[in-house]
């Protein structure tokens, strides 16, 4: 039975926001209590790790690896000298991706639903949509931020994080037959507003871990984990990364959201969640399941009034 002629295909955007992202998992577990299903998954950075789990089936397994996750899981992704490509512990990261996203050999193309990882040219700076081959390879060069992860070599090209481009896919659920796209900004709150930070004490390391390098591991963390109490105080290395992506990325998603408009627009409220601070899942997800919570009305509502007014009408 086909249900197309009935019901319009739903698709989510899940835009980029580095650990702000975790609240995707509790935008997805808030819709399917719903009885909200999409048929498109597109994801940019996070939002494709977390798009491709769900596609994968790995949802569940994720959400619980994040939420037992601690700050100290979180550095041991990052190496403590830096390279030239990047500085994330790549065999961590693969193990990461293989165990919780995407198993080495699924290729998007298998997939139960259409999903589309977005990610950017860095010779040429155009948006490429990553729409087959292995699954955790688009995820991992959806994700390169850089300065974080190295580049991604994908045919004959070095592809590097799409929220330079296209923080908020929803261009790409049309193009793929969306009717309906429900997208998530999860870059909406964080310029020119001014919020206090709670410090957080770093939690003590058994003695000998990195015993020769302690300063500097400290210094390290400090940096991935910013504590600004100074506001004369000048911004370190990561903070200054932190902030420049994030009015990068809020600038482009005002503009392409203007020009292409999603149905309905999801906007957690995360600025008090740092870049890089990907152990706060719990509160990620909280807000994400909210904020799904707080336009339950205009979901149901605009799916009703699409059904009415096109239906079955797929292009």
């Known amino acids: ?46 939002g494709a790790i977390i798009g491709g789990s769900y596609v994968a089936g790995n949802l569940e397994q994720l959400e619980q690896w994040v939420l037992s996750s601690t700050r100290s899981d979180v550095l041991r992704f990052f190496g ?26 699924i290729c998007i193309e298998d997939l139960p639903k259409k999903y589309a990882a ?10 490429v949509w990553l729409l087959e081959g292995r699954l955790a390879d688009a995820v991992r060069a ?58 957080e004490t770093a939690p003590t390391e058994s003695k000998g ?3 020769n390098l302690k300063q500097q591991a400290k210094e390290y963390s400090d940096s991935i984990f910013p504590h600004r109490d100074e506001k004369n105080e000048a911004p370190g290395l990561f903070h200054a990364i932190a902030n420049s992506i994030n009015i990068v990325q809020e600038r482009v998603t005002r503009s392409r959201l203007a020009g292409d408009p999603a149905d309905i627009l999801l ?12 152990h706060r899942a719990a509160e990620a997800i909280k807000e994400g399941e909210d904020c799904v919570q707080r336009a339950l009305g205009e979901i149901h509502h605009t799916a009703g009034m699409e059904k009415i007014i096109v239906p079955g009408f797929h292009g």
Not at 5 to 26: E, V
Not at 118 to 127: A, H, I, P
Not at 147 to 159: K, S, T
């Open 1 to 46: 039975m086909d249900n197309s002629a009935t019901f319009p295909r739903i698709g989510l955007a899940l835009g980029s926001g580095a650990s702000r992202g975790w609240s995707h998992i509790g935008v997805i577990k808030a819709l399917l209590a719903e009885g909200i299903e999409p048929d498109i998954v597109c994801g940019t950075s996070v």
């Open 80 to 105: 403590i000298n830096f390279s030239q490509a990047g500085f994330v512990d790549t065999e961590r990261l693969s193990w990461f991706l293989h165990n919780y996203v995407a198993a080495e050999d």
């Open 118 to 127: 977005v990610s950017t040219n860095l010779d040429t700076g155009r948006e």
């Open 142 to 199: 959806s994700m390169a931020m850089p300065g974080l992860f190295p580049a991604v070599h994908n045919n004959h090209r070095w592809l590097v994080d799409g929220g330079l481009v296209n923080p908020v896919p929803v261009t790409t659920c049309r193009a793929l037959g969306a009717d309906i796209v429900i997208a998530v900004n999860l870059n909406s709150d964080l310029i020119s507003k001014h919020y206090n930070k709670k410090q």
């Open 209 to 211: 871990i990195l015993s």
């Open 267 to 278: 906007s957690p409220r995360l600025a008090h969640i740092g870049m890089l601070e990907f």
